[in-house]
């Protein structure tokens, strides 16, 4: 069968009415930008762009308060670079950033906002493990010229597109737009993604989760409860024997669950209680939950669906259970019931 390259899947979405053509042309420029940062990635050592960013003696850190890797700074601004003159964004917002980052003056405006992660799972970086950029999409409100982060601030339903792009052994780009959630490789020779998977759909059972282990003592009762449920195998309630995979680079273990099925878990714990939890809701929990659920998935906090979240903040953290909906599901119930809302 002929290939369906990311132009031509494009034009038949936006012919099908599901996209119009400025934020066809958005992820066009978004997918361009994410070959670049695959190029500056697959370099490695060889790219002088492995490390630490700052200069001599002084760490560069972002808004997070984490010191920046090199590639991290270089994807962000990849990713300004090529939507500061494509013309189909109001303004743009980064994990790498404290403030969304308006359109310079004398190129043209469009009308929506895009929020990113350039570099999920950096840490993984200097050690050649697969690392990825996360990307959500909403619209800007009418009338509003400088959009500042309030508002950014849309629960994860209003998304218009999401998509991510792990660069491992193959760049793969996975894309929804509401209509089902569709999958692209990269063609390294041509420099073209082609469909490689159209209507992805996560297998509603599985045997197979990631979680940080070694934070399972500051987990709460549910979660002790569930995972140690997990762990008890076909000896215990649970009846059969589960695998556990941890990459601890998120767009990877997503990649994973939505090639294989799976569950991904990033519970609150005591340590991270005060901040609500490790992962963004803005630029990772919520584009991933759009994914994830248009291929049949669930996506929760661990008590309620991430995507109706009203967001208080643009570097908010949340809770992140995902993936295989039935597992998602046991799990999210074993949370409410503890807190006796079922
Ligand atoms: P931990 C990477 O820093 C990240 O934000 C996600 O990509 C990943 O799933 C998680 O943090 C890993 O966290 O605590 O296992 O290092």
Redesign the pocket.
């Given at each position: 069968m002929k290939p369906v390259s990311l132009i031509q899947f494009l034009i038949e979405e936006r012919r099908a009415g599901h996209i119009n053509a400025e934020l066809s042309l958005l992820i066009e420029v978004v997918a361009r930008a994410c070959k670049r940062i695959g190029v500056a990635t697959g370099k490695g050592a060889l790219g002088g762009v492995l490390g630490m960013a700052g200069n001599g003696d002084a760490l560069s850190m972002n808004v997070q308060g984490e010191a920046q890797k090199k590639l991290d700074v270089i994807s962000n601004e990849i990713l300004l670079e090529a939507n500061a003159w494509g013309g189909h964004l109001a303004a743009c917002a980064s994990e790498e950033m404290e403030d969304p980052q308006q359109i310079p003056d004398g190129y043209p405006k469009g009308q929506h906002l895009l929020l990113f992660d350039p570099l999920?799972?950096s840490?993984n970086i200097d050690v050649n493990i697969s690392v990825g950029t996360i990307f959500s999409v909403l619209r800007c409100p009418d009338g509003v010229t400088e959009p500042k982060a309030e508002h950014f601030l849309q629960p994860g339903t209003a998304q218009l597109a999401a998509g991510y792009v792990v660069y491992g052994p193959s760049t793969v780009l996975v894309l929804t737009f509401g209509h089902g959630t569709h999958e692209f490789t990269l063609d390294r020779e041509v420099g073209s993604f082609i469909l490689s998977r159209r209507g992805i759909r996560i297998p509603a059972e599985t045997a197979e989760f990631a979680i940080?282990m070694s934070n399972q003592r500051h987990w709460q009762a549910p979660m002790q409860r569930y995972v140690g449920e997990l762990l008890a195998g076909k000896e215990g309630p649970r009846g059969k024997d589960f695998n556990m995979r941890?990459v601890?680079?998120?767009?990877a273990?997503v990649h994973r669950i939505v090639t294989r099925g799976g569950v991904f878990y990033?519970p609150l714990d005591a340590k991270i209680e005060k901040q609500g939890g490790?992962?963004r809701l803005m630029y990772?929990a919520n584009p991933m939950a759009f994914i994830v659920e248009q291929a049949g998935g669930a996506a929760t906090t661990g008590r309620q669906r991430i995507m109706e979240l009203q967001p208080t903040g643009l570097h908010q953290r949340v809770p992140v259970f995902l993936g295989s909906k039935q597992e998602v599901e046991l799990a999210t119930h074993y949370h409410r019931e503890a807190d006796g809302v079922v």
């Open positions: 999920d799972g840490s940080n941890w601890a680079s998120m767009v273990d990033y490790k992962l990772e």
